[in-house]
């Protein structure tokens, strides 16, 4: 009984350090200027992109390059810039985080 609930509550840990991370590397690029969890700002809600690219093959790449590179065209004509402040390491925890979006 004891191991179950140590795995539980490693598994609940880690989760909840994901999210704090994914939430300071959100603030680290300034992603929430423009981009809100359930709601269209300036950009797309996270949401939305989850949804658009849930089914779709290599989302997860092509969505690190978009924020890696920036990007326009796709969810209107306001450009997205690119986010120089954030390591590789940090752009995939980013686009893995918003693909999880429900």
Known sequence: ????YLIALAAFSTHAFAAEDSEQLLKKGSCLA???VAKKMVGPAYKDIATKYKNEKGALSMLEGKI???GTGIWG???????KALSDA???ILAQWVLNQK
């Open 1 to 4: 009984m004891k191991i179950h």
């Open 77 to 83: 004509a306001l450009p997205m810039p690119p986010q």
């Open 90 to 92: 940090e752009i995939k």
């Open 68 to 70: 890696r590179t920036g």
């Open 34 to 36: 423009c981009h809100a």
